[in-house]
């Protein structure tokens, strides 16, 4: 087996493994917040035609949290079962050292920093804030009822009055309808004994459908009037524009965090910076945790890497914390922690690859011998 189908082997396995992890968490994740997001369409909050939509943006923001756990675990198993097949023990049989094999293993976690980079800058934000913006204006059009139980409402900067005595559990049906509309004609005021109304999806208007009425048109104070019976009479309201007000740091643009003084902003700046560089150090410190002895267990170690991934990302929204309130100066951030990461993965490595090792020191007599 030359160098560069060694390479690709190893990188094949090291990628078909992370992406196995990744897909499972992913759809984990996915459907806790699809399960959420049904109950809301299943009470009338949310249209269903927008769940697939705002799931798929979903997963954009659910990789920069995922990549680097996944990547850890990937890797880990990879190599463990390499080890445990005595595939690494043949590799080295046969003269490839340590460092060849570990290094496709560090060429992906590069490949994947570099993804987790584009996520947490640019493709993350700007998903969470589209999701968010979905929501909103939707929630905003189901929510917009120009007729509620009871109530006299007034619509389009006073333009429109509505009421209905009573309506149906969904907000549709209603009965004893009126309502008062100004037109380019004058005022027109219907009343009817019972009507409709609807969310059209792709306009965001209501549509309002009333049945058996009158209508009265003509202008206030004259003394004539138009005087019409109907069966069925329909009309369109429009709801308010729809102003998008984000409020949320974690849906900011990375050049608005870059500008912003604020210390939160500061510290969500300083995470999205941890999130690319977590993802190589992870890899860097799955090497050599993936070294699994022949009497040791396949998954014993990744429980290990599994507690190190926990303590390293509590460390790192504790920093971000401490950030945020100003007990760790800025100029510091998260970077002490990167550096403890740093330096336990390349102590592991050294260990694996014997640099630690003390040399036997020559005597006198063997250095004069030589």
Not at 146 to 159: I, L, Q, Y
Not at 224 to 231: A, Q
Request: positive net charge; contains cysteine; glycine residues 10%.
């Amino acid at each position: 087996m030359n160098g560069a189908t060694l390479d690709r082997y190893l990188l094949r396995e090291a990628a078909t493994s992370w992406l196995a992890v990744t897909v499972v968490l992913l759809l984990i994740m996915l459907s806790t917040r699809f399960a959420s997001l049904l109950g809301e369409a299943a009470a009338g909050d949310l249209p269903r035609d927008l769940l697939v939509e705002i799931v798929a943006l979903s997963s954009l923001q659910y990789l920069v949290i995922l990549v680097p756990v996944s990547l850890l675990l990937g890797t880990m198993l990879s190599l463990g079962r390499l080890y445990k097949d005595n595939e690494i023990a043949a590799m080295t049989g046969c003269g490839v050292s340590l460092f060849r094999l570990y290094r496709p293993f560090l060429a992906l976690g590069l490949l994947l920093s570099l993804f987790t980079a584009l996520l947490a800058f640019e493709i993350g934000p700007w998903a969470g804030r589209t999701a968010d913006y979905i929501v909103k204006d939707a929630r905003r059009l189901i929510q917009y009822l120009p007729f509620e139980s009871g109530r006299f409402t007034t619509v389009a900067d006073g333009r429109g009055v509505f009421y209905t005595a009573e309506t149906d559990k969904a907000k549709e049906k209603l009965t004893s309808v009126f309502a008062q509309i100004e037109t380019d004609k004058g005022m027109s005021i219907v009343v009817a004994n019972e009507g409709r109304q609807r969310l059209n999806v792709e306009t965001g208007d209501r549509e309002i459908s009333l049945y058996g009425g009158w209508r009265y048109e003509g202008q206030p104070g004259a003394q004539t009037y138009d005087i019409l019976r109907f069966d069925e009479f329909t009309t369109r309201v429009t709801p308010p524009q729809f102003i998008y007000n984000g409020g949320k740091r974690k849906l900011m643009s990375t050049g608005e965090l870059w500008r912003s003084t604020d210390l939160q902003d500061r510290a969500e700046l300083q995470w999205r910076i941890a999130a690319p560089l977590s993802v190589f150090l992870l890899s860097l410190l799955a090497v050599p945790l993936s070294h699994v002895g022949p009497r040791q267990g396949r998954y014993g170690k990744v429980v290990l890497g599994m507690l190190i991934y926990l303590f390293y990302s509590n460390l790192l929204g504790i920093g971000q914390s401490w950030i945020g309130k100003g007990k760790i100066p800025e100029a510091v951030g998260l970077w002490w922690i990167h550096g403890l990461v740093l330096i336990a993965a390349v102590y592991l490595i050294g260990a694996r690859m014997n640099w630690w090792q003390r040399r036997p020191r020559l005597s006198a007599a063997a250095l004069a011998a030589a």
